[in-house]
């Protein structure tokens, strides 16, 4: 079992995609260990053989829609004409259209990528620092595998067997607190630059709301459909790409032909590399199974201490740690095999654990050396990435005060989905 973590840690060293690096080490391990080689196919098409997995595409599928649709844009007008009028305005409004897109695409990359590009054009074009735009814009994306819906959270309800309407269910209060105390910080700044805002006119706002009424509706009719019982987390997905299509074409007649194809491209892209990173993840889980080494790192967890708060602060300190050097659905697949048996035990809420584990991970994406989401905002916007870098740190702050409060009070997560599914 040396050899497999060894041969993991050296190619990652080496700079070679997680996917790859996972699932080479795997097959060494397999070749060592004298396992069959047909083991390789199976569990890796067990592990994505799944019909909730099917919405993971199609929720990036309706993301990429959406920018292509312009539906980022009315999102991104609405915003600020709604906290425009706040000291730092536009910074703002990037944090609410955040909270709003997460609401349609469930991923932090889309909204990085897509949501992002408007939102850093305008505060730069309005004398806002690059870096702290790119800070912030970063930092908010987070907020989209937080708040409903979720891709994480569909991994996460996959491999832990939990339901993921409860699970999306619990990621709205937290997420609007990760907005909440984003935009306490963003307040700070403003003060201190001098940052603009613009006056606050009831009509204009009202007419953008009217303007993006219809994107609007996308989180209404997804947690409706959850609470009543009409879809399935797959059958919301389909009817968010449906939406966004529709909406995209033919009320703001935005989608070409072209348009269309490339977020298939990009879709499809994004989506094989996703469930191509859970299917080795889940031939490599076999192998720590299999070996016991499972149970022999939970049994390590627990013999520190029994303390339910304890050990979940040093959960926490693990997936940071985790979260800075490895992709979000790699380390889900990976040690919540290993995680779940030490949480069952303890008597800890597995939707509570769910959004803990998930802001984790999203914590990582935006922090240095390697944060998808800082890679992804210096790509479109042509930043350094060091100075990217240093100008994100102190947004990681207020997302690590929410992740302890969530911690430590559960019932900011699971308040609702004992409410509304109980």
Not at 35 to 48: D, E, R
Not at 91 to 120: C, K, P, R
Not at 126 to 137: K, L, Q, V
Not at 152 to 165: E, N
Request: aromatic letters at 10%; glycine letters at 8%; hydrophobic letters at 55%.
């Amino acid at each position: 079992m040396t050899i497999i973590l060894i041969a993991f840690a050296i190619l990652l060293i080496l700079g070679i995609p997680i996917a790859v690096s996972i699932a080479v080490s795997a097959v060494i391990g397999l070749i060592v260990l004298d396992y069959p080689i047909m083991i390789i196919g199976q569990k890796m098409i067990t592990g994505i053989d799944s019909f909730l997995l099917i919405s993971i595409p199609l929720f990036i599928l309706a993301g990429e829609l959406m920018n292509v649709g312009k539906i980022t844009e009315k999102i991104f007008d609405f915003a600020q004409s709604l906290v425009g009028w706040i000291p730092g305005g536009l910074a703002h409004a990037n944090v609410v259209a955040s909270i709003i897109f997460a609401g349609m695409s469930g991923s932090a990359i889309a909204d990085a990528g897509g949501l992002g590009t408007i939102e850093m054009k305008a505060m730069t074009d309005n004398g806002y620092d690059e870096e702290f735009s790119g800070a912030i814009t970063a930092a908010s994306s987070t907020i989209g595998p937080i708040f409903p819906p979720s891709i994480p959270l569909i991994i996460y309800g996959s491999v832990a067997s939990v339901s993921v309407g409860k699970l999306f269910l619990g990621g709205i209060i937290p997420g609007l607190l990760m907005g909440i105390a984003l935009m306490v910080l963003v307040s700070m700044y403003a003060v201190k630059r001098n940052y603009p805002r613009t006056k606050f006119h009831l009509k204009q706002m009202l007419k953008q709301f009217a303007q993006s009424l219809i994107p609007l509706f996308t989180p209404v009719i997804i947690l409706s459909g959850f609470l009543t019982g009409w879809f399935t987390p797959t059958e919301a997905s389909s009817i968010a790409v449906l939406y966004a299509l529709l909406v995209g074409k033919f009320i703001y007649r935005a989608i070409t032909w072209e348009a269309f194809k490339k977020a298939l491209f990009n879709s499809a892209l994004t989506s094989a590399n996703v469930l191509f990173i859970i299917g080795t993840s889940t031939l490599f889980s076999y192998i720590l199974t299999n070996q016991g080494i499972s149970n022999q790192i939970a049994s390590f967890i627990l013999g520190i201490t029994d303390n339910p708060y304890i050990i979940l602060l040093v959960i926490n300190i693990i997936l940071l740690l985790l979260g800075m050097i490895m992709e979000p659905g790699a380390i889900l697949t990976l040690l919540l095999p290993v995680l779940l048996p030490v949480i069952q035990l303890l008597g800890i809420d597995l939707v509570h654990f769910g959004i803990v584990m998930v802001l984790n991970l999203m914590i990582g994406m935006v922090t240095p050396p390697f944060g998808m989401c800082l890679f992804t905002i210096s790509e479109v916007s042509k930043l350094n990435l060091e100075s990217l870098s240093k100008a994100t740190i102190p947004f990681v702050i207020p997302l690590v005060i929410v992740l302890l409060m969530i911690t430590y009070i559960p019932g900011l997560v699971t308040f609702l989905p004992n409410l509304l599914m109980s």
